[in-house]
């Protein structure tokens, strides 16, 4: 097992910026890759954005490209979220999870979650 621990959340104003980091540890070798989700009260839990472990490749949910970045460093495995021009649509729990298959583009892969870590958009 993979257990996951999300940080950096908070307050910010419309385009402002906030890091996101997500600390992993346990059976963190076979990660396949690292996702961030969000979800909004009332709303379904989202797709933001995916990043392969080995390899780095990077995966985007349309609402965020070009605002967001996801990065990871293997050595501390830490995965982070770099969120910029931030919206008040961008208000919600932000989650990462870990993925051990293959299919990372979808959100059936992720089977490990963190605690989630609230991102409020003020307008």
């Known amino acids: 097992q993979v257990q996951l621990v999300e940080s950096g959340g908070g307050l910010v104003q419309a385009g402002g910026s906030l890091r996101l980091s997500c600390a992993a540890s346990?059976?963190?070798?076979?990660?396949?890759?690292m996702g961030w989700f969000r979800q909004a009260p009332g709303k379904e839990r989202e797709f933001v954005a995916a990043?392969?472990?080995?390899?780095?490749?990077?995966y985007y949910a349309d609402s965020v490209k070009g605002r967001f970045t996801v990065s990871r460093d293997n050595a501390k495995n830490m995965v982070y979220l770099q969120m910029n021009s931030l919206k008040p649509e961008d208000t919600a729990v932000y989650y990462c999870?870990?993925?051990?298959?293959?299919?990372?583009?979808?959100?059936?892969?992720?089977?490990?979650w963190g605690q989630g870590t609230q991102v409020t958009v003020s307008s």
């Open positions: 999870a870990a993925a051990y298959g293959s299919n990372w583009k979808s959100s059936r892969e992720y089977a490990y």
């Open positions: 990043i392969r472990w080995s390899g780095g490749s990077t």
């Open positions: 346990g059976r963190t070798f076979s990660i396949y890759a």
